[in-house]
Protein backbone atom coordinates (compact mmCIF):
# COMPACT_ATOMS: atom_id res chain seq x y z
CA UNK A 1 0.00 0.00 0.00
CA UNK A 2 1.66 3.38 -1.21
CA UNK A 3 1.68 6.42 1.44
CA UNK A 4 -1.30 7.98 -0.29
CA UNK A 5 -3.57 5.42 -0.65
CA UNK A 6 -2.98 4.63 3.18
CA UNK A 7 -3.50 8.82 4.03
CA UNK A 8 -6.84 8.89 1.94
CA UNK A 9 -8.84 5.61 3.83
CA UNK A 10 -10.33 6.18 6.74
CA UNK A 11 -8.70 6.33 9.74
CA UNK A 12 -9.23 2.94 11.71
CA UNK A 13 -8.07 1.12 8.54
CA UNK A 14 -4.98 3.58 7.22
CA UNK A 15 -3.45 2.68 10.73
CA UNK A 16 -3.17 -0.59 9.63
CA UNK A 17 -0.13 -0.02 7.32
CA UNK A 18 1.19 3.30 7.91
CA UNK A 19 4.65 3.68 8.12
CA UNK A 20 7.07 5.44 10.79
CA UNK A 21 6.76 8.45 8.42
CA UNK A 22 3.47 8.36 7.39
CA UNK A 23 3.18 9.03 11.29
CA UNK A 24 4.70 12.13 11.04
CA UNK A 25 0.59 12.96 10.01
CA UNK A 26 -0.11 12.26 13.79
CA UNK A 27 2.32 14.04 15.16
CA UNK A 28 1.81 13.95 19.60
CA UNK A 29 1.52 17.67 19.34
CA UNK A 30 -0.69 18.21 16.15
CA UNK A 31 -4.54 18.28 16.69
CA UNK A 32 -6.82 15.38 16.68
CA UNK A 33 -3.97 13.10 17.44
CA UNK A 34 -5.05 12.11 20.75
CA UNK A 35 -3.10 13.39 22.93
CA UNK A 36 -4.79 14.15 26.14
CA UNK A 37 -8.22 13.27 24.87
CA UNK A 38 -7.84 10.12 27.08
CA UNK A 39 -5.25 9.45 30.16
CA UNK A 40 -4.18 5.96 27.79
CA UNK A 41 -6.09 2.46 27.11
CA UNK A 42 -5.84 -1.09 29.84
CA UNK A 43 -2.85 -1.03 31.93
CA UNK A 44 -1.88 2.51 30.72
CA UNK A 45 -4.33 4.18 33.13
CA UNK A 46 -3.39 7.38 35.08
CA UNK A 47 -5.55 6.59 37.89
CA UNK A 48 -3.05 4.87 40.20
CA UNK A 49 -0.85 7.06 42.44
CA UNK A 50 3.04 6.47 42.54
CA UNK A 51 4.02 2.34 43.32
CA UNK A 52 0.63 1.63 44.42
CA UNK A 53 -0.29 -2.08 42.74
CA UNK A 54 -3.01 -2.09 40.39
CA UNK A 55 -5.85 -4.44 39.84
CA UNK A 56 -3.61 -7.14 38.32
CA UNK A 57 -3.86 -10.65 39.65
CA UNK A 58 -0.57 -11.47 41.36
CA UNK A 59 1.27 -14.48 40.74
CA UNK A 60 2.47 -16.99 43.20
CA UNK A 61 5.85 -15.79 44.59
CA UNK A 62 8.77 -18.52 43.82
CA UNK A 63 9.41 -18.89 47.36
CA UNK A 64 8.40 -18.09 50.73
CA UNK A 65 9.16 -14.30 51.95
CA UNK A 66 9.73 -13.01 48.13
CA UNK A 67 7.07 -10.58 46.93
CA UNK A 68 3.88 -11.47 44.43
CA UNK A 69 4.03 -9.73 41.03
CA UNK A 70 3.47 -6.35 40.93
CA UNK A 71 2.62 -3.63 38.19
CA UNK A 72 2.28 -0.18 39.07
CA UNK A 73 2.18 3.48 38.21
CA UNK A 74 6.18 4.38 37.81
CA UNK A 75 7.30 8.35 36.77
CA UNK A 76 10.23 9.87 36.11
CA UNK A 77 10.82 13.80 34.79
CA UNK A 78 12.48 15.03 31.92
CA UNK A 79 13.17 18.81 30.86
CA UNK A 80 9.32 19.82 30.45
CA UNK A 81 7.79 17.80 32.74
CA UNK A 82 6.88 14.41 33.83
CA UNK A 83 6.71 11.02 32.04
CA UNK A 84 4.66 8.10 33.19
CA UNK A 85 4.92 4.14 32.89
CA UNK A 86 4.11 0.82 34.31
CA UNK A 87 6.85 -1.00 35.93
CA UNK A 88 6.19 -4.66 35.99
CA UNK A 89 8.05 -6.62 38.46
CA UNK A 90 7.85 -10.83 38.65
CA UNK A 91 7.25 -12.27 41.66
CA UNK A 92 10.01 -13.86 43.38
CA UNK A 93 12.95 -12.02 45.24
CA UNK A 94 15.09 -10.87 42.88
CA UNK A 95 17.18 -9.34 41.52
CA UNK A 96 15.18 -9.61 37.73
CA UNK A 97 16.77 -9.08 34.56
CA UNK A 98 14.46 -5.81 33.19
CA UNK A 99 13.52 -3.86 30.01
CA UNK A 100 12.34 -0.80 28.80
CA UNK A 101 10.11 -0.70 25.99
CA UNK A 102 10.63 2.19 23.62
CA UNK A 103 7.59 2.56 21.61
CA UNK A 104 6.99 2.99 18.29
CA UNK A 105 6.08 5.96 16.28
CA UNK A 106 3.07 8.21 16.52
CA UNK A 107 0.67 9.06 19.10
CA UNK A 108 1.00 5.93 20.95
CA UNK A 109 0.43 4.79 24.74
CA UNK A 110 2.48 2.71 27.32
CA UNK A 111 0.35 -0.46 25.96
CA UNK A 112 1.00 -0.38 22.54
CA UNK A 113 -2.29 1.85 21.43
CA UNK A 114 -3.59 4.78 19.63
CA UNK A 115 -6.98 5.32 21.13
CA UNK A 116 -7.82 8.05 18.53
CA UNK A 117 -7.18 5.75 15.35
CA UNK A 118 -8.81 2.72 16.87
CA UNK A 119 -5.60 1.06 16.67
CA UNK A 120 -5.83 -1.05 20.10
CA UNK A 121 -4.03 -4.50 19.98
CA UNK A 122 -2.35 -4.06 23.43
CA UNK A 123 0.98 -5.12 22.27
CA UNK A 124 3.27 -3.56 24.78
CA UNK A 125 1.01 -4.73 27.42
CA UNK A 126 0.75 -8.36 26.78
CA UNK A 127 4.56 -8.07 26.23
CA UNK A 128 5.13 -6.77 29.52
CA UNK A 129 2.98 -9.84 31.19
CA UNK A 130 4.74 -12.35 29.05
CA UNK A 131 8.08 -11.09 30.30
CA UNK A 132 7.14 -11.00 33.46
CA UNK A 133 6.08 -14.59 33.56
CA UNK A 134 9.51 -15.50 32.60
CA UNK A 135 11.10 -13.55 35.40
CA UNK A 136 11.71 -10.15 33.76
CA UNK A 137 10.77 -7.06 35.07
CA UNK A 138 9.47 -4.02 32.61
CA UNK A 139 9.03 -0.60 32.06
CA UNK A 140 6.77 0.92 29.54
CA UNK A 141 5.29 4.30 29.17
CA UNK A 142 3.52 6.76 27.78
CA UNK A 143 5.18 9.16 24.94
CA UNK A 144 5.91 12.70 25.58
CA UNK A 145 2.53 14.38 25.03
CA UNK A 146 0.40 11.61 24.96
CA UNK A 147 -1.83 9.99 27.69
CA UNK A 148 -0.36 11.00 31.00
CA UNK A 149 3.09 12.54 29.98
CA UNK A 150 1.19 15.03 27.93
CA UNK A 151 3.58 17.70 30.42
CA UNK A 152 7.06 16.03 29.32
CA UNK A 153 6.49 17.47 25.62
CA UNK A 154 7.45 20.73 23.84
CA UNK A 155 5.13 23.26 24.17
CA UNK A 156 4.99 23.61 20.10
CA UNK A 157 5.49 21.19 17.61
CA UNK A 158 8.01 23.07 16.04
CA UNK A 159 10.19 22.56 19.06
CA UNK A 160 10.05 18.91 18.46
CA UNK A 161 13.43 17.02 17.93
CA UNK A 162 13.76 13.12 17.20
CA UNK A 163 16.71 12.80 19.63
CA UNK A 164 14.14 14.03 22.23
CA UNK A 165 12.54 10.43 22.18
CA UNK A 166 16.17 9.35 23.40
CA UNK A 167 16.68 11.19 25.68
CA UNK A 168 13.49 10.24 27.68
CA UNK A 169 13.98 6.27 27.01
CA UNK A 170 17.45 6.96 28.32
CA UNK A 171 15.69 8.33 31.35
CA UNK A 172 13.68 5.24 32.22
CA UNK A 173 17.15 3.10 32.03
CA UNK A 174 18.50 4.90 34.47
CA UNK A 175 15.79 4.78 36.58
CA UNK A 176 16.21 1.08 36.43
CA UNK A 177 19.71 1.09 37.15
CA UNK A 178 19.12 3.36 40.07
CA UNK A 179 16.83 0.52 41.44
CA UNK A 180 18.20 -2.10 43.20
CA UNK A 181 16.00 -5.06 42.45
CA UNK A 182 17.34 -5.25 38.60
CA UNK A 183 20.20 -6.94 37.43
CA UNK A 184 20.40 -6.32 33.90
CA UNK A 185 18.71 -3.68 31.90
CA UNK A 186 17.73 -4.24 28.07
CA UNK A 187 16.42 -1.84 25.87
CA UNK A 188 13.55 -3.70 23.28
CA UNK A 189 12.91 -0.68 21.07
CA UNK A 190 9.88 -1.20 19.05
CA UNK A 191 9.94 0.05 14.92
CA UNK A 192 10.39 3.64 15.59
CA UNK A 193 11.89 2.92 19.33
CA UNK A 194 14.40 0.75 17.09
CA UNK A 195 16.29 3.48 16.35
CA UNK A 196 15.56 5.76 19.88
CA UNK A 197 17.18 2.55 21.11
CA UNK A 198 20.09 2.85 19.18
CA UNK A 199 20.31 6.23 20.56
CA UNK A 200 20.08 5.38 24.13
CA UNK A 201 23.06 2.69 23.63
CA UNK A 202 25.59 5.44 22.75
CA UNK A 203 24.25 7.72 25.68
CA UNK A 204 23.40 5.29 28.54
CA UNK A 205 24.95 1.98 29.96
CA UNK A 206 23.06 -1.07 28.78
CA UNK A 207 23.41 -4.40 28.89
CA UNK A 208 22.03 -5.87 25.77
CA UNK A 209 19.50 -4.14 22.64
CA UNK A 210 16.56 -5.49 21.15
CA UNK A 211 15.60 -4.14 17.88
CA UNK A 212 11.79 -5.27 16.75
CA UNK A 213 10.48 -4.36 13.36
CA UNK A 214 13.02 -1.55 13.04
CA UNK A 215 13.67 -0.27 9.77
CA UNK A 216 17.01 -0.71 8.45
CA UNK A 217 17.47 2.67 6.43
CA UNK A 218 17.31 6.70 6.62
CA UNK A 219 13.71 7.90 6.84
CA UNK A 220 14.55 9.93 3.43
CA UNK A 221 14.94 6.46 1.86
CA UNK A 222 11.94 5.06 3.58
CA UNK A 223 10.18 8.51 2.90
CA UNK A 224 11.09 8.07 -0.85
CA UNK A 225 9.70 4.50 -1.38
CA UNK A 226 5.93 5.42 0.07
CA UNK A 227 5.55 8.16 -1.75
CA UNK A 228 6.75 6.43 -5.08
CA UNK A 229 3.28 5.68 -6.11
CA UNK A 230 2.54 9.42 -6.82
CA UNK A 231 2.08 11.24 -10.12
CA UNK A 232 5.55 12.50 -11.43
CA UNK A 233 4.61 16.13 -10.84
CA UNK A 234 4.22 15.05 -7.11
CA UNK A 235 6.92 12.64 -6.46
CA UNK A 236 9.63 15.18 -8.05
CA UNK A 237 8.45 18.10 -5.74
CA UNK A 238 8.61 15.88 -2.85
CA UNK A 239 12.05 14.69 -3.53
CA UNK A 240 13.08 17.85 -3.79
CA UNK A 241 11.60 18.85 -0.34
CA UNK A 242 13.59 16.12 0.66
CA UNK A 243 16.51 16.72 -0.87
CA UNK A 244 16.86 19.99 1.42
CA UNK A 245 15.58 18.68 4.45
CA UNK A 246 18.65 15.98 4.22
CA UNK A 247 20.40 19.02 3.71
CA UNK A 248 19.10 20.76 6.57
CA UNK A 249 17.41 23.20 4.84
CA UNK A 250 13.76 24.36 5.90
CA UNK A 251 11.27 24.13 3.26
CA UNK A 252 8.47 27.41 2.87
CA UNK A 253 7.32 26.48 -0.23
CA UNK A 254 4.79 23.84 0.55
CA UNK A 255 2.25 22.44 -1.73
CA UNK A 256 -1.19 22.80 0.10
CA UNK A 257 -2.42 19.85 0.24
CA UNK A 258 -3.58 16.85 2.82
CA UNK A 259 -0.21 14.53 1.59
CA UNK A 260 2.05 17.62 1.82
CA UNK A 261 0.99 19.32 4.99
CA UNK A 262 0.69 15.98 6.49
CA UNK A 263 4.56 15.18 5.99
CA UNK A 264 6.17 18.82 5.09
CA UNK A 265 4.04 21.00 7.12
CA UNK A 266 6.50 24.06 8.28
CA UNK A 267 6.28 22.48 12.11
CA UNK A 268 7.25 19.66 11.60
CA UNK A 269 9.71 20.06 9.61
CA UNK A 270 12.79 20.27 12.36
CA UNK A 271 11.84 16.97 13.42
CA UNK A 272 12.14 15.26 10.24
CA UNK A 273 15.40 17.32 9.84
CA UNK A 274 16.24 16.14 13.34
CA UNK A 275 15.69 11.86 11.95
CA UNK A 276 16.80 12.22 8.72
CA UNK A 277 20.43 12.91 10.54
CA UNK A 278 20.34 9.06 11.63
CA UNK A 279 21.21 6.07 9.39
CA UNK A 280 19.88 3.17 11.43
CA UNK A 281 22.56 0.44 9.59
CA UNK A 282 25.36 2.85 11.05
CA UNK A 283 24.09 3.29 14.50
CA UNK A 284 23.63 -0.26 15.27
CA UNK A 285 27.34 -0.52 14.41
CA UNK A 286 28.17 1.61 17.11
CA UNK A 287 26.03 -0.14 19.84
CA UNK A 288 28.19 -2.45 22.24
CA UNK A 289 25.99 -4.42 23.50
CA UNK A 290 24.35 -7.67 22.90
CA UNK A 291 22.17 -7.37 19.94
CA UNK A 292 18.65 -9.35 19.02
CA UNK A 293 16.96 -8.18 15.62
CA UNK A 294 13.31 -9.67 15.23
CA UNK A 295 11.53 -9.25 12.34
CA UNK A 296 8.08 -10.75 11.16
CA UNK A 297 7.74 -12.05 7.87
CA UNK A 298 3.83 -10.06 7.03
CA UNK A 299 4.75 -7.14 8.62
CA UNK A 300 3.14 -4.35 6.63
CA UNK A 301 5.48 -1.19 7.66
CA UNK A 302 8.85 -2.76 7.86
CA UNK A 303 10.49 -5.38 5.64
CA UNK A 304 13.09 -8.41 5.93
CA UNK A 305 15.18 -6.61 4.18
CA UNK A 306 14.99 -4.09 6.66
CA UNK A 307 16.34 -6.30 9.59
CA UNK A 308 18.99 -7.66 7.03
CA UNK A 309 20.22 -4.78 6.25
CA UNK A 310 21.07 -3.79 10.09
CA UNK A 311 22.46 -7.62 10.57
CA UNK A 312 24.92 -6.58 7.76
CA UNK A 313 25.85 -3.71 9.80
CA UNK A 314 26.47 -5.81 13.07
CA UNK A 315 27.57 -9.62 11.71
CA UNK A 316 27.27 -10.81 15.60
CA UNK A 317 24.09 -9.63 16.00
CA UNK A 318 21.73 -12.53 16.58
CA UNK A 319 18.77 -12.34 14.12
CA UNK A 320 15.00 -13.80 14.28
CA UNK A 321 12.84 -13.61 11.38
CA UNK A 322 9.50 -14.71 12.66
CA UNK A 323 7.39 -16.12 9.92
CA UNK A 324 3.70 -14.82 9.72
CA UNK A 325 4.44 -12.31 11.99
CA UNK A 326 2.69 -9.02 11.86
CA UNK A 327 4.12 -5.29 12.94
CA UNK A 328 2.33 -5.31 16.32
CA UNK A 329 4.05 -8.38 16.85
CA UNK A 330 0.77 -10.86 16.50
CA UNK A 331 0.27 -13.51 14.16
CA UNK A 332 -1.35 -12.69 10.84
CA UNK A 333 -1.41 -12.72 6.94
CA UNK A 334 -0.90 -10.71 4.65
CA UNK A 335 -4.86 -10.02 4.09
CA UNK A 336 -6.82 -7.03 4.77
CA UNK A 337 -8.73 -8.41 7.38
CA UNK A 338 -6.09 -10.92 9.52
CA UNK A 339 -4.30 -7.40 9.46
CA UNK A 340 -7.10 -4.97 10.85
CA UNK A 341 -7.76 -7.92 13.16
CA UNK A 342 -4.03 -7.99 14.15
CA UNK A 343 -4.01 -4.22 15.18
CA UNK A 344 -7.30 -3.94 16.80
CA UNK A 345 -7.81 -7.44 18.91
CA UNK A 346 -6.17 -6.94 22.65
CA UNK A 347 -7.18 -10.44 23.13
CA UNK A 348 -4.59 -11.83 20.38
CA UNK A 349 -1.45 -12.95 22.35
CA UNK A 350 1.86 -11.57 21.30
CA UNK A 351 3.81 -13.84 19.06
CA UNK A 352 5.50 -16.68 21.68
CA UNK A 353 8.68 -16.37 19.54
CA UNK A 354 9.48 -12.67 20.76
CA UNK A 355 9.54 -14.16 24.32
CA UNK A 356 11.45 -17.26 23.56
CA UNK A 357 14.26 -14.79 21.94
CA UNK A 358 14.30 -11.94 24.57
CA UNK A 359 14.59 -14.33 26.95
CA UNK A 360 17.38 -16.29 25.36
CA UNK A 361 19.31 -12.91 24.60
CA UNK A 362 18.87 -12.13 28.31
CA UNK A 363 20.35 -15.08 29.92
CA UNK A 364 22.94 -14.49 27.58
CA UNK A 365 23.84 -11.13 28.91
Not at 147 to 169: I, K, N, R, W, Y
Request: glycine share 10%.
Amino acid sequence: MSLRSVLVVPARRAALAVSCAAALASSPLCAGCGAGERASSAGGSDALPDDVPDTETPTTPDAPGCPAAVSARITVDNARGTLVGTLVVPAGCGPFPAVVIIPGSGPTDRDGNQVAAGVEPDTYRLLAEGLRDRGIASIRYDKAGIGASVSAAPETEQELLFEMGADDAGLWVKKLREDGRFATITVVGHSEGSLLGMLVARETEIDGFVSIAGAGRPIGDVLREQLEGLPDQDRERADAILGQLEAGELVADIPQNQLFMSLFRPSVQPFVISWMKHDPAVELAAVTAPILLLQGTTDLQTKVEDAERLAGARPDATLVIVEGMSHTLKEATLSNASQAEAYTDPTLPVVPRVFEAIEALIREE
